[in-house]
């Protein structure tokens, strides 16, 4: 989960994973011989009869047919594709892999060939988390941050199934997240209400809901791996991306090369419940940034010690408790404020932090009874939050937590869950803690989680106070990859550590992943770097 301040997309995602791991299913007729575990827009019928000899092969087989990226006037992400001289195409995948022999689907993919063909080693797949993030144009970003990686390899990006470019579905959601319980029973039932409400638009799609999994994700990328003609596939996962990398090594462990997971998450946890670990390592970067803010006591006003910083945001959030604030044309109450605070989780750069203090500062004034203006950022993530689902993003991101382990259905079991952990998580627990969709899903996964345990080399990078992938999720993750090491930066609130990509550089992280990606030198043991706290 990334802590995006554009569509406070951290907080759509607040509702991740919880339960215990399950043991990955047995192959599945058909299924490719290396693999371990287990609507709107289909393709009707796949080309070819039978799931046999020409089944998964006339998928690995097929020819690519590549392409300009731009598709119109307005399509600027295509724009720059076409002048980095990308490729786009689209590959057809099975929408179920279990039965290959049904319906079809399309994946979308972009190319940027390696700048140096003499020394291409490969291509590099890079996912940049989410869940449902399109990544097609961010091969661009990956290209920027670490110009001798893409010198050696072919720089993938894949939008995921049912997101961006590839074949869609969208439930028509009018608001993108449930948000928070608020401080009482009637808040907790009215967003119990809204949760079902949005689980029962998406049942129009209920015949692919169940095939939105990681798991089949990450056979859509072996399918590339294979469509491409490479025998291994190195990849760059960060966020969620590293559990669809994990996912990837648990079913195709031998076709894996070189392999990078940025912040990874617990992958015995993964699913809708998965953000109920995150109140305590959110709150620690929300002392980490008043601590900051009180130092600049003189420009935010917010108080000048770390104590007062903090008493000014529970003094906005009893405010909202009472009644929603005034902050330009819009209301914010209880069931939206912790989605604003929550975006602390942006990154502990002066930037990020600065953004965020100025959104408190109108947020503290609002609550004070004056008449404010919302700061750019805080419009546009108010205006997100209170506009319909676009394009379906949010709801494809709830269908893939929903697909990969089911959540409880028991209503109460989360009004418990929440009044245990008011007094420990006064601000957050009431928003990572609270039931989502999944609790009234249409559809039941159709496999069981792939319970993450083998030993390929896998390089890991990570912060101790990341508040999207907290530490010990990334520890758990290391232990169920025993072939892995894991470089931990130290001192930094940051979710994401390499290239700069969505946080502040670090030359030690940068270095160690460099290093594996174009030498294949991993670390002999744990690593730790340092880094400077913002400002």
Not at 79 to 95: I, N, S
Not at 351 to 363: H, I, K, P, W
């Amino acid at each position: 989960m990334r802590g995006r301040r554009t569509a406070a997309a951290g907080v759509a995602t607040a509702a991740l994973l919880a339960g215990a791991a399950v043991a990955a299913a047995p192959p599945a007729a058909g299924a490719a011989p290396e693999e371990a575990g287990g609507g709107v827009g289909v393709v009707a019928q796949g080309a070819g009869g039978r799931a046999g000899a020409d089944g998964p092969g006339r998928f690995h087989g097929q020819a690519i047919d590549w392409h300009r990226c731009r598709t119109g006037p307005d399509d600027a992400e295509g724009g720059l594709l076409d002048e980095a001289k990308a490729q786009c195409a689209e590959v057809t995948v099975p929408l179920d892999h279990r039965r290959p022999e049904g319906r079809t689907i399309k994946v979308a993919m972009s190319r940027l060939k390696a700048a140096d063909p003499a020394r291409r080693r490969g291509v590099l797949l890079y996912n940049p988390g989410g869940p449902g993030v399109p990544a097609m144009s961010l091969v661009l970003q990956v290209k920027r941050a670490a110009p001798e990686v893409a010198a050696h390899y072919d720089l993938i990006g894949m939008d995921p199934r049912f997101v961006g470019r590839s074949t869609p579905f969208d439930c028509g959601w009018p608001v993108p997240a449930v948000g928070s319980a608020g401080p009482d029973r009637r808040g907790f039932d009215r967003t119990a209400a809204l949760a079902k409400d949005l689980a029962a638009r998406c049942a129009v799609h209920r015949d692919v809901l169940p095939h939105a999994s990681t798991r089949d994700t990450a056979r859509d990328m072996d399918v590339i791996r294979a469509a491409l003609g490479e025998p291994r596939l190195s990849y760059l996962g960060s966020s969620y991306g590293t559990q669809l990398g994990m996912v990837y090594l648990q079913l195709f462990p031998g076709r894996a090369d070189r392999v990078v997971l940025d912040s990874a998450m617990n992958p015995d946890l993964f699913g809708p419940d998965l953000t109920r670990t995150q109140g305590p390592a959110v709150a620690a970067m929300m002392e980490d940034w008043a601590a900051w803010a009180a130092r600049r006591h003189d420009r935010y006003r917010l108080g000048s010690t770390a104590a007062g910083v903090m008493a000014t945001v529970r003094r906005i959030d009893r405010a909202a408790a009472r009644a929603p604030l005034r902050v330009g044309r819009h209301r914010v109450d209880a069931r939206v404020l912790p989605m604003i605070l929550f975006n602390v989780t942006a990154g502990d750069g002066p930037e990020a932090y600065g953004s965020f203090a100025a959104d408190v500062r109108v947020l503290s004034e609002a609550a004070r009874g004056a008449e404010v203006t919302p700061t750019p950022v805080l419009e546009q993530v108010l205006t997100g939050l209170a506009a319909p689902d676009a394009g379906g993003a949010a709801s494809v991101q709830t269908a893939i937590l929903c697909a990969d382990r089911a959540a409880s259905r028991d209503p109460e079991a989360y009004y418990r869950d929440i009044r245990a952990h008011r007094a420990a998580e006064p601000l957050f627990g009431a928003l990572t803690r609270n039931l989502t969709p999944c609790s009234f899903w249409p559809t039941a996964p159709a496999e069981p989680p792939v319970r993450v345990r083998n030993d390929v080399p896998v390089l890991m990078v990570g912060a101790t106070g990341d508040p999207g992938a907290p530490y010990a999720g990334q520890r758990a993750a290391h232990r169920a990859l025993t072939g892995s090491r894991l470089v931990t930066l130290r001192g930094a609130f940051r979710h994401t550590v390499y290239g700069g990509l969505f946080a502040p550089r670090n030359a030690c992280v940068d270095a160690a992943v460099d290093r594996y990606l174009i030498q294949g030198v991993m670390p002999a043991r744990d690593a730790v770097c340092s880094d400077a706290p913002a400002g």
